[in-house]
């Protein structure tokens, strides 16, 4: 009778789980190998979070200097009203009467009518001094009185008889073309300024969407085309012994470091085109003492985050695909 040997069975170890500097140092290096597409990848976030960027920073500083927005909106109107009655101002003579210290609005409004071109404005008290001087453009009053003895000195020598008040006129001129420059908005003109605004928040928001979701869509793109290349390099890691989860966070280093380059330097470059471009309309003075530095920091570490976590979950697809890969399928690829 024969007998067999049976030796012990010896335990199987755990496999061994690679430390993170392992996995970084591998990021680095196939980064590094493959440069023309990380700079292509790190490019597309940089675009997508410039943009987001660019979006909260305008929406901040364009909050800070709302009021000159609104003096200027202002002002505008009041010179679009005064056309409409005189024609273009360019070589006119106007006469100007002030009834009243005059607001912001109405030293623009004087400045805006020396701009449009108006060759000269003259006093409604030095008038009379000057019997010479027809043709006078219009009577521009700043507030909402016109003395009558002002007016019987200086209506001979308006060509149109026209008056035009800042404010609401209190007691009319007699045989005077009166225009009133400055008007309260009516209940539909509140309402379209309220559709507007409310489309603008609309547009703003799905423009930002489509943005990130483009950023988005690139990450996973670049990184399909990574597993693609380094289908030997994962079939001989995971022939080597890495595991599934090792694989994972492989990937997920990679999009977050590309992740985090980006968004950093996406978020600065946002943030410098939207302070230049509104330095260049309201001037750097009026936006650097208008603006808080604390909601600009906290709009650049949304960003920032926004867009790291934006790489991450971009990531979780190619990264699965990786990890589920069969060692000798991945080792007979002639890719």
């Known amino acids: ?34 440069m023309g597409r990380s700079v292509v990848t790190l490019f597309g976030v940089v675009l997508g979070v410039a943009f987001l960027m660019s979006i909260l920073s305008a929406g901040l500083i364009k909050g800070a200097v709302a009021g000159e927005i609104e003096l200027r909106q202002r002002v505008a109107a009041m ?9 273009p101002l360019p070589g006119k003579t106007l006469a100007l009467h002030r009834d009243s ?29 000057l019997p010479g001087k027809k043709g006078l453009g219009a009577l521009v009053v700043i507030g909402g009185s016109l003395p009558p003895d002002i007016w019987e000195k200086i209506s001979p020598s308006l060509s149109h008889r026209l008056v035009a008040f800042t404010r609401t006129p209190s007691s009319p001129p007699a045989g005077a073309s009166v225009v009133q420059l400055q008007r309260e908005p ?53 022939c080597l012994g890495a595991l599934s989860s090792f694989i994972r966070r492989i990937f997920f280093i990679e999009s977050a ?29 009026l936006v650097f003492s208008s603006i808080s530095v604390f909601w ?17 979950i971009a990531a979780i697809y190619p990264a699965d695909f990786a990890s589920r890969m069969v060692p000798a399928t991945a080792l007979r690829t002639n890719i």
């Open 1 to 34: 009778m024969s007998t067999s040997f049976h030796p012990a069975a010896s335990p199987i170890e755990n496999q061994v789980r690679l430390p993170f500097h392992v996995a970084w140092e591998i990021v680095v290096q196939g980064i590094r190998i493959r």
């Open 79 to 87: 010179i679009g009203f005064l056309l409409a009655d005189t024609g």
């Open 186 to 238: 009516s209940a539909e003109d509140l309402q379209k300024q309220a559709a507007a605004r409310k489309s603008d928040r609309v547009r703003t928001i799905w423009i930002v969407t489509i943005a990130i979701l483009v950023t988005m869509i690139s990450i996973s793109n670049a990184l399909l085309m990574s597993v693609t290349e380094r289908f030997r390099e994962i079939g001989t890691m995971k």
């Open 101 to 129: 210290l005059p607001d912001a609005a109405e030293d623009r409004f004087v400045e805006a009518l020396r701009k449009q071109g108006v060759s000269e404005i003259v006093s409604a008290a030095e008038i009379p001094a």
């Open 257 to 285: 470091l590309i992740g985090f380059t980006g968004s950093v330097i996406g978020s600065a470059f946002g943030l410098i085109f939207s302070l230049a471009v509104y330095s260049a309309t309201f001037g750097p003075g």
């Open 296 to 312: 600009l920091t906290v709009a650049y570490l949304v960003c920032t985050v926004g867009g790291i976590l934006a790489a991450v």
